[in-house]
Each structure stands twice: as structure tokens, then as C-alpha cells.
């Protein structure tokens, strides 16, 4: 049985879900956010990883699924701000000698319902009903749980 941690990656908001699996089954263990409020982007990198170290000494993830950074031209600024913060996620995690398996959004939704264009409520409603969970999840929770999905899909 392996251990699998999921991230959803962003500058205010990171989302993360662990889940186990074996060639049999995938189980729900934990999800949650990190939200930080502070406007200074090295305090939250700092917060957001401190946080993430916890997990990772709690649960001891074997692997590592995350969301690769998508940067639009809208807003170059909130994009360099959550490249920042994913490196930063990913010096931690390689700290750890944990694998790092990167997916793009299109593939993890694609491997949860189906479709590369399916909406945050389709990836939520499968999330629940792959995981058998019977309470509300938050969009990123659900994210970080399907990008863990789909680490057990192409793995």
C-alpha cells in the first residue's frame, strides 16, 4: 500500500489530499487547505511549507502528485507568485527524497471524469464519489485529491 499525497498548488490557497492505494483500492485519509492571508509572498511560501513539512512527518507520503503551474497572460504577476510558491513546495518535498509526479489540469481532469473540460463541481462530485465521502469537500481539497487520483491512474 502506498501513501500519496496531492497538491494543488496556489500563492493564497494550496490545496492538499491524501489518499492510499494499492492495485485494488484508493482510500480517503485526510484533505484541508492552507489559506494565508498575508500580503508579503516569502511569509506565505514560509507558512505554506511549514504547514506541508507537518503533513508530510505525520503521514509519510511514498509519492508526490501536484498540479503543474498554469500562467496566463492576464495576470503575469499572480503567475510568478505561484511558480514561486510551487518551487518552493517542491525543494520541500525533494528534501524528503519523495517522488514528484507533475500532471497538467487538462490530464487530471481527464482521469477523474473523463473529460479535460470538466468543471470544478464534475471533479468535486467525483472526488466524493470515487473517495466515498460523505461530506462537503472545498474545490481545492478536491483538486489535490484528484491530482493523487490520477497519480494512481498513470502510475
Request: glycine share 6%; net charge positive; with cysteine.
Amino acid at each position: 500500500m502506498s501513501i500519496i499525497l496531492g497538491l494543488d498548488p496556489g500563492s493564497l490557497i494550496t490545496g492538499y489530499g491524501i489518499i492510499s492505494y494499492d492495485i485494488n483500492s484508493i482510500n480517503y485519509i485526510t484533505s484541508g487547505l492552507i489559506k494565508i492571508n498575508n500580503k508579503n509572498i516569502l511569509f506565505r511560501t514560509n507558512l505554506i511549507c511549514n504547514y506541508l513539512d507537518k503533513i508530510i512527518n505525520k503521514f509519510k507520503p511514498d509519492y508526490c502528485a501536484i498540479e503543474k503551474v498554469f500562467i496566463s497572460n492576464k495576470n503575469i504577476s499572480s503567475g510568478l507568485k505561484l511558480s514561486q510558491v510551487k518551487g518552493a513546495i517542491l525543494f520541500l518535498i525533494t528534501k524528503y527524497n519523495i517522488p514528484v509526479f507533475e500532471y497538467s489540469t487538462c490530464t487530471i481532469k481527464n482521469a477523474i471524469v473523463g473529460t479535460g473540460k470538466a468543471t470544478k463541481k464534475q471533479i468535486q462530485y467525483m472526488i466524493k464519489f470515487l473517495l466515498k465521502i460523505s461530506f462537503d469537500i472545498k474545490e481545492d481539497s478536491s483538486d489535490a485529491l484528484a491530482t493523487a487520483i490520477t497519480y494512481c491512474h498513470y502510475n
